[in-house]
């Protein structure tokens, strides 16, 4: 059976120039007095978040890099289109729980979680949570930088990892002008760019290869289980690939970084609606064109390039427009993530070191973080062999390192112990690093391990060192 091949349109590139170019004026102006020496108006954007900006940057974050070139592309191309329709419902589930939550975390008032996780573990939980965080973060970063490398190669056809390193650079520059309050508003202007670009160029696939019958004709032929419900997965496949995310957005700093920024817990819930309603309709929208893409163009490309090949099917503008969302949704995330754990490094490990340090420094360090990290983010490039695999690992290191000890500080704080958080955290990285050295023993994924160790070790050594 003959699949058609990927040949890169450059044109395409003059659309992604001019969104870059409207990202940097974005950073530019986001520059202020105020940012530049205070670290709370550099990472909360001065606390006034609107709905409309935190619903823009609640989408912007969770739909990056992963979402176009890792767990919802990937596996509608190697598996089939529900499971990656489904794989979304992991983050309703979250968004709900979240929304719930939002008030009681507005109301400590913290600009990172690792100060949240403070309160209840104390000092020295900070300090190893801080630096849990900022390694599931950089881990983060740097699928984003791997998947804008794609999508600049479906455009010039030029070495992925050359472009990998170009957009490495310029995701740093995004984020050191102008901290939260340039992130936010790239997110606002990129989400309106995401919505275009999948409208025009979803339109004009489905319409010029032939509609629904044709997808019903090409899966008969090469992937007969594509579009049946499990696609042949079984009820662990389903909780192996989508606990990371669900558990990921329950612990994900960013999420609580925002929340913290808004200007009321008005804003944060309605913020949470539409990025609820954003999620329902954006991401089984990059579903159904990445499933089409594994029809339409086979072994032909990777896994990770089902979405993005097929911005090359369409006419150059139109193409370009499904570019620049992906850019958009890539740039976004990788902002966020790599601001984060500068964040961590800055407020919560360089001061707990420096305890007099000035608002100024810490500002620099944050900035100086973005710069050397984002670098180090390539470099974790060389220990994962796809977008996917280090996807799951930084969501798990999150997942089963941070989450159950920053729940149970927000919700439940009197019912833990410093000892039983350090234990929780510890335990978890320990065993996610662990287990993925080993190679997954007896078939298990990492998470499915490492989060209920996790949880239990929170619990048992929190009953055992708490006094009555």
């Known amino acids: 059976m003959e699949f058609a091949k990927m040949v890169p349109q450059p044109k395409m590139l003059i659309v992604i120039a001019l969104y870059f170019v409207i990202v940097f004026i974005f ?27 935190l619903m823009a940057t609640f989408m912007a974050l969770w739909m990056g890099g992963g979402a176009v070139a890792g767990s919802i592309n990937s596996i509608a191309y190697t598996t089939g289109l529900f499971p990656s329709i489904c794989y979304a419902s992991g ?14 975390v507005r109301k400590r008032g913290k600009m990172t979680t690792a100060a949240l996780i403070e309160d209840s573990y104390g000092t020295g939980a900070r300090v190893i949570s801080a630096v849990i965080i900022a390694l599931a973060s950089f881990s ?30 310029a995701i740093i520059i995004a984020t050191a002008s102008g901290g939260l309050s340039s992130v936010v508003k790239i997110d606002a202007f990129s989400v309106i760019i995401m919505l ?19 997808v019903m004709e090409r899966t008969a032929q090469i992937a007969p289980k594509g579009l049946t419900f499990t696609a042949g997965w079984t009820a662990r496949d389903y909780l192996a690939n989508y606990a990371p995310g669900f558990l990921l957005a329950l612990g994900d700093q960013n999420l609580y970084q925002r929340m913290a920024a808004a200007k009321e817990d008005k804003s944060v819930q309605i913020g949470m609606i539409g990025w609820a309603l954003g999620t329902i309709i954006v991401l089984p929208s990059v579903s159904v064109l990445s499933y089409i893409g594994r029809l339409y163009f086979g072994g032909n490309i990777i896994a990770s390039q089902s979405f993005i090949a097929l911005s090359t099917v369409c006419p150059w503008i139109v193409g370009g427009l499904m570019m620049a969302s992906c850019t958009g949704f890539i740039l976004t995330t990788g902002n966020s993530y790599l601001l984060a754990g500068a964040t961590n490094i800055a407020t919560d490990v360089f001061t707990h070191f420096k305890k007099d340090a000035s608002e ?7 900035k100086l973080t ?6 180090a983010s390539l470099f974790l490039l060389k220990f994962f062999p ?23 500080s927000v919700v439940c704080p009197n019912k833990v112990t410093k000892w039983g958080g350090i234990a929780s955290m510890v335990g978890g990285t320990a065993l996610t ?15 499915l391990v490492a989060f209920p160790v996790s949880v239990i070790l929170l619990v048992v050594v929190s009953a055992i060192t708490k006094k009555n």
């Not at 794609?150 to 957009?167: C, E, K, M, P, R």
């Open 27 to 53: 950073a530019y102006l986001a520059r202020t007095k105020q940012n530049r020496q205070s670290i709370k108006d550099f990472a909360l954007a001065g606390k006034g978040l609107g709905s409309f900006v």
């Open 91 to 104: 983050s309703i589930l979250a968004i709900v729980i979240l929304f719930a939550i939002g008030p009681l």
């Open 140 to 169: 983060i970063v740097s699928y984003q930088l791997r998947a804008m490398g794609i999508v600049l190669n479906a455009t010039t056809g030029f070495d992925v990892d050359t472009l990998t390193v170009i957009s490495c650079v």
């Open 196 to 214: 275009v670009g999948l409208v025009c160029a979803g339109a004009y696939v489905y319409t010029n290869i032939g509609g629904w019958d044709w």
């Open 360 to 366: 100024s420094q810490v500002v620099f360090v944050t």
């Open 370 to 375: 973005i710069v050397i990290c984002g670098a």
């Open 386 to 408: 796809s977008i996917l695999a280090i996807q799951y690992w930084s969501m798990t290191i999150a997942g089963a390192g941070i989450t159950p000890s920053l729940l149970a």
């Open 433 to 447: 690093i662990g287990w993925e050295m080993a190679g997954h023993p007896f078939g298990l994924a990492t998470v």
